[in-house]
């Protein structure tokens, strides 16, 4: 009867184990584009798009090429592993998951943030629609 008590209490022990260690590799930090040069883990950078600066997708080695500046303006640059994310272009924010190497922003995964469709809309026509007058 006691054997059955212990190997249930390790049991228990190896799944609370096993879902901390699952937990700490999935929680994955956001970090300033200055942090992101000093830490050698994945992380995650929040920023935007430069459209000014040169990007570029290469087929040869399925990578796409851009810089981004974090919300302190600090400028990345970063290399997606894959094509460029959908609605890229029309992206108010993006966030780059990724290493840091030798001075570029190695990212496995780019999320975007794109205006939404449903945010009040501003303007002389904006105050007009949906109202309607009483002849």
């Known amino acids: 009867m006691k054997a059955k008590y212990i190997i249930a209490g390790v ?3 190896a799944f609370v184990i096993f879902g901390a260690i699952s937990f700490m590799q999935n929680n994955i930090e956001y970090v300033s584009a200055s942090q992101a040069e000093k830490t050698h883990r994945t992380v995650q950078v929040k920023g935007k798009w430069l459209k000014d600066k040169e990007s570029f997708y290469d087929p040869r080695t399925n990578t796409f090429h ?7 303006n600090t400028i990345l640059p970063v290399i997606l592993s894959g094509a460029k994310p959908n609605n890229f272009e029309i992206a108010n924010d993006i966030v780059a998951k990724g290493k840091y190497k030798d ?7 780019v999320l975007t943030k794109c205006p939404s469709k449903y945010q009040s809309k501003t303007g002389p026509q904006a105050s007009n629609q949906g109202s309607s007058t009483l002849n």
């Open 11 to 13: 049991v228990i022990v």
């Open 66 to 72: 851009f810089y981004m500046a974090d919300d302190n």
């Open 103 to 109: 001075g570029v922003f190695y990212a496995s995964e």
